[in-house]
Structure formats: C-alpha cells, structure tokens
C-alpha cells in the first residue's frame, strides 16, 4: 500500500516536470513589473505552467478576496495585515501592492517557493514552515487570513488544527478566507465519494499525500458550518464563488470580536 502511495507520488511528480518543461525557458515579462517564476513553481500551484494563466488568475482571487473582505466591513484600500497562508509562488501575493497599501506576509511548507517569493517578492515577508502547525507569528498578529486552494489539499486531521492556529494569528474580529471543493466538483467524486459527501462528511483522497496537489479534499457545506467552521462565524459560503480559482468554494469566517 505504502509503496503503491510512493509510485503515485513519484509518476505525479513526473507529470508536473513534464509539464514545467513543455512551457521552455524564456523569461516572460509580467506588466506589474514582478518576476514571473519557473515553471515548475507555477505547475506546483496552478496546475499548468501557462503563465498568462498564472498571471490573471491571481489578480482575480486577490480582487474576490478584496470584495469579499470587503462585504464584511474590512476596506484593503486601507492599511491591513495579511497573511496568505500556503502562498505557493505567490500567484496571488504578488497583486496586492496593486489593490491596497496592505501588509503582507506568506507562508509555505513549499520550500523552494518560499524562496522564490522572498527573493522576487520583495514587498512582502515570506516563511517556510512545516505540514503541521505553528506559525512564527505571535497571536492576534493579522487582520485577514486567506488559503486559496491549501484546505482543499489537508486531511481533517490537519484541516482542523491549521484552522485553530489561523484563528490564533488573527486579531479579534479578523477575516478567514478558504477556497474550497464544494457542490462543483460533485461529477468528479466516485460513487462511494458521492454518499459520503451527501451525507455531509469531508472526502479526502490520498491522505498520505497531504499537502500535495496529489492529495485532494472534498467539503460539503454541512462539513463546513458544523466542523470546520468551529470557533469561527460563517459570515458567506459561496459555490463555485472563488473567482480565480476555478470551480472552489468561497467561505469567509470571522474570528468572534472579544468579549
Ligand atoms: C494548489 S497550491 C495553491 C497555492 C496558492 N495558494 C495559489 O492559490 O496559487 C497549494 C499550496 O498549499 C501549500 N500547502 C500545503 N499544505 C500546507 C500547509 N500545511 N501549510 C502551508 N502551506 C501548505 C502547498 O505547498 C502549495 O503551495
């Protein structure tokens, strides 16, 4: 079983190197005047190496995150901190010098991205961390958080810690943005997937691959209003409402404001 999880990973990874090297080399100009990474890098967070794709995609999520912050009293036209968790190579980091003079921080367990990031992304701070919590933040250190299509990649049992460690970070009344597999991807699940899912319980699909694409997580609303969602308040579970991100869910959740 172990081995056959080891051949899995191995013929995925060989896929996502085939697809970094059919995009070549060339560097490609970007008109925010940022570095473009890799191909790899951008394969490992998107998918595909199209870096036009990579470009616009980004900017879409940041403009959905900024609206749907927005919808709940937090204006990123105006001074914020906030950390995009699960970063990648900074798909969608890289647009918010553009959309407000926020703060922003990264983080990844995705090494070699942290460093692109670090390196080209300048504007912002970026940490490399490991699958399973903490962060190197102090508590209460962000007004929003967001983790565009990281949740869909974790297993409950990390699903749910990471969540209790983002609300830590936040201050008191702070935002936390998921993109999610929701009703969207129903015509993708196998039978068994489809009762589970029906009857409310997260799919997950090769948990030894956590935090890997290879690694995928299916969330049915009622999962997330009674579990995931705990210590938080749903504020907004949009289907398919993550512009940018094809087909995920939008949820945004408030830390409580204190007592
Ligand atoms: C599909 S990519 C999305 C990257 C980026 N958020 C974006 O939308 O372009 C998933 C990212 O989640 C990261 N990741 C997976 N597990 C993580 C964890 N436990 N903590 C932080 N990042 C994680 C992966 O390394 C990868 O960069």
Redesign the pocket.
């Known amino acids: 079983m172990l081995e056959g999880a080891r051949v899995l990973d191995w013929c995925f990874s060989a896929v996502e190197a085939t697809r970094a090297l059919s995009a070549g080399r060339s560097a490609i100009p970007a008109r925010d005047g940022l570095a473009v990474p890799p191909p790899r890098l951008r394969v490992?967070?998107?998918?595909t190496a199209e870096p036009e794709w990579f470009l616009e995609?980004?900017r879409t999520?940041a403009e959905t995150i900024r609206d749907a912050a927005l919808r709940h009293g937090l204006n990123l036209a105006d001074p914020q901190r906030l950390l995009?968790?699960?970063?990648?190579?900074?798909?969608?980091t890289r647009h918010w010098p553009a959309i407000g003079p926020v703060d922003v921080d990264g983080?990844?367990?995705?090494a070699p991205?942290v460093a692109w990031c670090a390196e080209h992304l300048t504007f912002g701070r970026f940490a490399h961390?490991?699958?399973?919590?903490a962060l190197p933040y102090a508590d209460e250190t962000f007004d929003l958080a967001y983790?565009?299509?990281?949740f869909?990649?974790?297993p409950a049992e990390?699903q749910l810690p990471?969540a209790a460690e983002l609300r830590r970070v936040l201050r008191p009344g702070g935002l936390l943005v998921l993109?999610l597999h929701g009703d969207a991807y129903l015509d993708r699940l196998a039978p068994r997937e489809d009762d589970d899912y029906r009857a409310g319980r997260l799919v997950v699909r090769r948990p030894s691959s956590?935090?890997?694409?290879l690694c995928s997580t299916f969330h049915p609303r009622e999962y997330v209003g009674s579990t995931l969602a705990g210590g938080f308040e749903l504020l907004e579970h949009i289907s398919n409402g993550m512009a940018g991100?094809p087909h995920q869910d939008l949820v945004v959740l408030r830390k409580p404001p204190a007592a």
Do not use: K, M, Q, Y
């Open positions: 490992r967070v998107a998918g995609s980004g999520t995009d968790f699960g970063c990648g190579s900074g798909r969608v983080s990844d367990i995705d991205a961390h490991g699958l399973e919590p983790a565009v299509s990281v869909t990649h974790l990390l990471w993109s956590a935090g890997r694409n991100t």
